[in-house]
């Protein structure tokens, strides 16, 4: 049977193409996917910083939680946001150590110049590097610094330096002979750099000399918060952004993977179901001549293994490559540090391929059944003639998939986190696709006796057409499905975040009460100098950082708390704001939900950087999407991030000139209307979105592959049927008018039910996210999917059927039909 | 050797008859629109001989040749074939026994387009699992003319060629009967008749049994015995027809349709 499958394949090329490509396609999405989560869960970060220090210890960079379920106790773990630092005693500790010959503290904080964010480090810790000078000397006062090679500065040159406090102007003495690959290094002198670090009594970590002393250092930091990092642990430590890479990385890649293979298999059935289609007459013959229905199983089944061998190898080292454009691509972004390189295994690959083979040997299967079944003398008889009704089951399991979809719908209105509702969104416009897929038949039917009346005013084109659609529903029913998925797909992915970005932006210009807006990292002395302008109300300084309450991670600003009323409204519903000292919090709505935290309630939170504290509940606000989901004292946040300077600071009252001119001094601090404000945060929010749609748009290319596929593989079949038009006195015009017409009438009823499903989605996800079920439709964007939608339809008929047309038709019909 | 009709009286002795029909019904549909397609048939056909069965259209040969080949189950009555009773059987035990004792021959499209002639005439014995026998394999592609073509594919291969083709397929797997759906439906006057020598030959050579359907009565010229249905029943039948006759009964039953 293999040979007999393998003859098949290479005789009808053109009719598994189709399925070919969709295989390939599905096999190089899963792999590349493969590769990311598989970077994401043993991928290495080689140490820059720390890469001379044999022994670096520091404080433990995850916070731990204990789950107790039934009878289990499980320990989790999470990487922190923001950098936990050691007490300084720990220098002390290590130096009296035996074997140990040198102990070097280091201090971290973020210093921008006008070239971009550097380290900061005092120069006393060049050694864990190492670094040396190539040029100059080392800084000896507040006011020197040295850069390294890379910045492009001679000893001499002056630098603004903007550091967690006001900037100021530094005078560059040395320059080192080295840089390192991801991060620009600025040194300054020990004391200078333990003022800008701003964390008095405080290490960020502490190098240990020599490597043979790490036994003796970890029995005397056993039982200390402080943990030992040698060899490979040393990168996570110096990047703990990387951490939260990696979580991304394995979100990402399992979202998409897990995306892009629902919707490979839908689409490969859908491809082979057609394909087997075309095939009816063969497969009767063999049925006839002697095949049993399993037989015609297996040899389909092999072929689609034979199909999906090829494709899937093809694919998963197609897969590779990809990766590494999603690489570059997140790089770009900065999803992912430079310094965490792909892992590149035999896995991905051979679960691209192993995924590619099961889906098409599951989804040739399912559409051999039918075909397999039927009798072979009703199949001779059948073969150039459309059944009648479609089989009820059919109907059945699509009603059941369309009941499954509208379950999820229900489920998804009550899911308000992104990291729930993302996935199941996904899914729910997935099974709508199988339900339209299902039903197409039906859908078709109904949806050509609506449409068949306003064809038929066009007199030859458009009877025609509406007669080859009414009468071949089945072919219609499997183009309007891919159709009905990309444009689904598309608008659901597309317009997702515009869903929340749009709410949020409501919620946070509807709770804006300050007229205008420091953006920017804004230093305290620019705060007090606009404090100090005539006609100013109040000052709100805002910082971001991330909480954790629990296992639950919620958004969190930290805020000035004087005057706040008079800044924000973020719709306190209980409580009041006015009571925001140190202590207490502020929660939106939904975060309480989650924490089941109610008013005067106290909570145990962890703080960025991993240190616990305690905040009573003095007001829960409606506002959660605009102003985050908890609102803590700005003093509370910003000694726990790494960088504690505002990124905005609101002033109420006061003039836009009068405050220009108080923060002339500071560079990089902008002075914005509320109006310009918000404009830049949609900016950075859809900044931030970009990233997604760039990998989600993979799939909707994905999805747009599967429409050329089907159209093309419906147009191709046609050759005998344009022969005959021709013959019988159709000019070529009226032919590919009437192809026109009925793709337009595949589009139409694609893009109707796939905007009706996008829509329904999108109206539960808002429902559930923002609590209003208002989807996002961007008209233009719309307008866009859709036309691309329909011109790739157009494309895609357009193309084969020329083709068709080139040929004589005589000859043509002459032809046999496979 | 005659056509016997039997009127019910008992079954005859197994060995004689290579496919018999006992009181078939084959009804398409139901209620108001139901169809009869065949009434009450009952046949015996003799091994060894060729019948032609005729009738104008609508009159039920095709579904007599779909029920004797076991390619469809009638809706009442007994179908024997080479002494098996084929009531009961579920579609996997019909193909087999249709693999091991039927040969078919349709009016168009009988080869897979993607294999050659050689692999469309073994297709059988491939699908049952059984050794290709070389020798006879080249006789029977000799026998049909088409030794030098035995690595072509159908795409290369005249009308007439194909149906050569399929002839040599039918007759691979030695079986009961061949069955011929208008085998020469077609085909131009002159391929036809190589196509009907071949059949003739089958049967006076190798003692192969064959029920051809068509509506050409020089095709039915060529048979032992022609059947004649009208109206889902056998209207008469005629022993060492010539065209003209067939033509001139046929003449009477189309008019009376």
Same mark, same amino acid.
């Given at each position: 049977m293999l040979s007999l499958a393998w003859s098949t394949l290479r005789a009808r090329k053109g009719a598994f193409a189709g399925a070919f490509v969709a295989l390939m396609c599905a096999s190089a999405l899963v792999t590349a996917c493969g590769v990311l989560l598989e970077t994401g869960l043993r991928g290495d970060i080689a140490a820059e910083r720390y890469a001379g220090a044999p022994i670096i210890v520091g404080a433990d960079q995850q916070v731990h939680w204990t789950e107790h379920k039934k009878d289990k106790v499980k320990t989790k773990s999470k990487p922190l946001t923001e950098r936990a630092w050691l007490p300084a005693d720990t220098v002390d500790r290590l130096q009296k150590l035996p074997g140990v010959e040198k102990v070097t503290p280091e201090v971290t904080f973020p210093a921008r110049t006008g070239r971009g964010t550097a380290q900061g480090h005092a120069w006393d810790s060049a050694a864990l590097t190492p670094f040396t000078l190539a040029a100059g000397r080392a800084p000896r006062t507040d006011g020197e610094v040295v850069v390294d090679a890379r910045a492009g500065l001679r000893p001499g040159a002056t630098v603004i330096v903007s550091a967690t406090a006001e900037a100021k102007t530094y005078t560059v003495v040395g320059v080192t002979a080295q840089a390192l690959p991801s991060q620009g290094s600025l040194f300054f002198s020990g004391a200078e750099a333990l003022r800008l670090a701003g964390r008095p009594g405080q290490v960020s970590a502490i190098g240990v000399f020599p490597a043979s002393a790490e036994k003796a250092v970890r029995d005397a930091l056993r039982g200390t918060p402080a943990k030992v990092y040698t060899g490979d642990a040393r990168g996570p430590l110096e990047f703990i952004d990387a951490s939260k890479a990696r979580v991304t990385l394995i979100s990402m890649g399992g979202a998409l993977g897990g995306t892009s293979l629902l919707v490979a298999i839908l689409v490969v059935v859908g491809t082979f179901a057609l394909s087997i289609e075309q095939r009816r007459r063969e497969l009767a013959l063999l049925r006839a001549v002697a095949a049993t229905p399993r037989q015609l199983r297996r040899m389909i089944g092999r072929e689609a293994l034979l199909v999906g061998l090829a494709a899937g190898l093809l694919g998963a080292v197609a897969g590779l490559a990809l990766a590494r454009a999603l690489r570059s691509l997140f790089l770009h972004y900065g999803v992912m540090p430079q310094n965490l390189g792909l892992v590149l295994s035999p896995f991905p690959m051979a679960a691209g391929l192993g995924a590619t083979l099961l889906a098409g040997w599951a989804a040739a299967r399912l559409s051999a059944r039918r075909t397999a079944r039927i009798r072979p003398a009703e199949a001779l008889a059948e073969a150039a003639m459309e059944r009648r009704r479609p089989p009820w089951a059919r109907t059945l399991i699509g009603l059941v998939v369309l009941a499954a979809h509208i379950t999820l719908l229900a489920v998804l209105q009550g899911l308000d986190t992104e990291a729930a509702a993302t996935p199941v969104t996904f899914l729910a416009v997935v099974l709508a696709a199988v339900a339209v897929a299902l039903l197409g038949p039906v859908i078709a039917r109904v949806a050509m006796t609506l449409l068949a009346v306003p064809l038929?005013?066009? $007199?030859v084109s458009g009877h025609l057409a509406a007669a080859n659609t009414t009468a071949n529903t089945r072919r219609l029913a499997s183009v309007i499905t891919p159709l009905t998925l990309a444009v689904g797909m598309a608008c659901t992915i597309l317009f997702v975040p515009a869903t929340v970005g749009d709410a949020a932006t409501r919620q946070a210009r509807e709770g804006a009460k300050a007229e205008i807006v420091l953006a920017g990292r804004v230093p305290h002395t620019a705060t007090d100098a606009a404090r100090a302008?005539?006609?100013? $109300?109040a000052v709100t300084e805002i910082v971001p950082s991330t909480i954790r309450v629990g296992r639950g991670k919620y958004a969190a600003q930290g805020v000035t708390p004087e005057g706040l009323g008079q800044t924000i409204d973020p719709g306190v519903r209980a409580g009041s704001l006015d009571r925001l000292a140190e202590g207490t919090m502020a929660v939106s709505a939904t975060a309480a939900g989650h924490m089941h935290a109610r008013l005067g309630d106290e909570m145990r939170l962890t703080l960025g950087d991993g240190t616990p504290a305690r905040a009573r509940v003095t007001a829960i606000y409606d506002r959660g999407l605009g102003f985050g989901d908890v609102l803590l004292p700005y003093g509370v946040v910003a000694a726990h991030v790494d960088d504690p300077l505002p990124r905005q600071v609101l002033v109420a009252g006061g003039s836009a000139d009068a405050l220009r001119e108080a923060v002339?001094?500071?560079?990089?601090v902008q002075v914005l209307t509320s109006e310009q404000a918000q404009t830049l945060r949609k900016a950075q929010q859809s900044q931030n979105t970009e990233v997604n749609l760039v990998v989600m748009g993979l799939i909707i290319a994905f999805t747009a592959i599967a429409i050329v596929n089907t159209l093309a593989m419906a147009t191709a079949e046609r050759n005998r049927e344009f022969a005959l038009l021709r013959l019988i006195g159709t000019t070529r015009r009226q032919i590919l008018r009437m192809l026109r017409l009925e793709t337009l009438v595949v589009a139409l009823v694609g893009i109707l039910l796939g905007t009706g499903i996008a829509l329904a989605t999108l109206a539960a996800y808002g429902a559930g996210m923002t609590g209003a079920a208002r989807p996002a439709f961007p008209p233009l964007i719309y307008l866009a999917v859709i036309a691309a939608g329909a011109l790739l339809a157009l494309v895609a008929t357009a193309v084969p059927a020329r083709l068709a047309l080139t040929a004589d038709p005589a000859e043509a019909i002459g032809s046999r039909e496979d | 050797m005659l056509l016997q =009709?039997?009127?019910?009286q008992g079954t005859p002795a197994p060995g004689t008859e290579a496919v018999s029909l006992t009181s078939v019904r084959k009804v398409y549909g139901k209620g108001a629109a139901a169809v009869t397609a065949l009434d009450d048939v009952t046949v015996g056909i003799p091994r060894g001989s060729f019948t032609a069965v005729m009738g104008p259209s609508g009159s039920g040969k095709s579904t007599f040749l779909h029920c004797a080949a076991g390619l469809d189950t009638p809706t009442s009555g007994t179908v024997r074939l080479g002494g098996t009773d084929l009531s009961g059987m579920n579609e996997v035990k019909l193909t087999e026994l249709r693999r091991a004792r039927v040969g078919f021959v349709f009016q168009a499209f009988n080869l897979v387009s993607s294999l050659d002639v050689a692999q469309n005439v073994t297709l059988p014995l491939r699908l049952s699992g059984t050794r290709t026998d070389k020798r006879w394999l080249e006789e029977i592609l000799a026998r049909v003319g088409l030794t030098e073509r035995a =690595? =072509?594919?159908?795409?290369?291969?005249s009308g007439g060629q194909q149906q050569r083709v399929a002839i040599a397929r039918a007759l691979i797997t030695r079986p009961e009967v061949i069955f011929g759906d208008e085998p020469t439906g077609a085909l131009d006057t002159v391929t036809g008749r190589d196509v009907l020598t071949l059949l003739r030959q089958a049967v006076d050579e190798t003692g192969q049994t064959v029920v051809m359907v068509t509506h050409d009565p020089v095709a039915a010229g060529y048979a032992d015995t022609v059947l004649f249905l009208a109206d889902g029943r056998i209207a008469d039948s005629m022993a060492k027809p010539s065209a003209d006759r067939v033509a001139e009964r046929m003449a009477v039953l189309g008019g009376r349709a």
């Open positions: 038929r005013l066009s $007199r302008l005539p006609g100013v $109300r002339r001094a500071h560079p990089g | =009709h039997k009127d019910g =690595h =072509h594919r159908p795409a290369q291969l």
